[in-house]
């Protein structure tokens, strides 16, 4: 049972204000990791948590934008000062925000959502599709006891591997590779092109992952909702645990309108739309409805 008490889920706990940017560099194709003065913000954020980011004195777009936190930034003196986030060049707010300069303000509030819960993982699995790789970097460091994360700081058990599976449409799109590395998370890459790593799926990659895993695995994952089911059921048929965040459209990111509910069952298996906002973006897999479900089973790939 997965245990998403303890970590500040509700917006309550966030800040608002304007946080400067102190930088905001390309580091892939359409890729941009943007870092936001921010000690309040840096203080209170776990790995999973996201931010909504809106550019002032704009009326296009009017609102924000989430964004999951990929890395706390600290001061020289070791304390939580900045946020980095990574963003893929999408639409309307994406394409202005590359031209944001160094010493702008932006408006920000978070930290919002729930976060991975801080549950035990001898080996964690990361399984990244797309863009779905950034939450997954300070995950990685919080499970393999390189940086504690939240105020007060949670505990979280130190797992014995954390490995990442990336999958993206060609190379020139995987962002952050070196970063995870320097963690000390096990890379292992896909590609549609093949131009790098495995050319496929990154679910692919994941059952002969587990297979050869000396140690019990748990599987966190993000990215294209298809690529997210695929998952959840690959994790149903290994019985292994599995967490998703879901990355839904949101309008406002406190729980006020409704813009990014998911079908979510309860424990009895009954389903009712919950706001990915407030008591996501991350759930059991297990417990989400993909769109897709009513259609069948999974694909004779998956099933082999
Ligand atoms: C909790 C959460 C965390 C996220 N973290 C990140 C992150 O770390 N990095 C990142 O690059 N993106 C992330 N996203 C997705 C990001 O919020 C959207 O890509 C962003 O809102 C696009 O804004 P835009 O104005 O540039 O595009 P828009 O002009 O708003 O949209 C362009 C097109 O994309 C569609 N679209 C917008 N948002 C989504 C979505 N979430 N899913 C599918 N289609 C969508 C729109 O319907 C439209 O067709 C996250 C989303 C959520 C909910
Ligand atoms: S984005 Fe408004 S309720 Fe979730």
Redesign the pocket.
Known sequence: MTSFQGTPTYPDHAWHGNATVLENVQIARATFRIRLASPPLAERIVPGQ?LMLRLPRRDD?LLG????L?AVVPDASGRPHAVD???????????R?REVPAGAKLDVWGPL?NGFPPDEAEHLVMVAGG?GQ??FLSLGREFLGMQRYGKPPRAVPVAKKATLCYGARSAEFLAGVSDFEAAGIEVHLATDDGSRGHRGLVTDLIAPLVAKSPWPCRIVCCGPEPMIAATARIAQRLAIPCQV??????ACGIGACFS?VARIRDESGNWDYRR??VEG?VFDAQHVVFDNEELGAPSAREAE
């Open positions: 996201f777009p934008r989430p964004l999951a990929y986030v990574v963003y893929l060049i999408i639409g309307r707010m994406t394409s925000l959502g863009i950034t939450p965040s879901l990355e839904t459209p949101m990014c990915t906002c973006p």
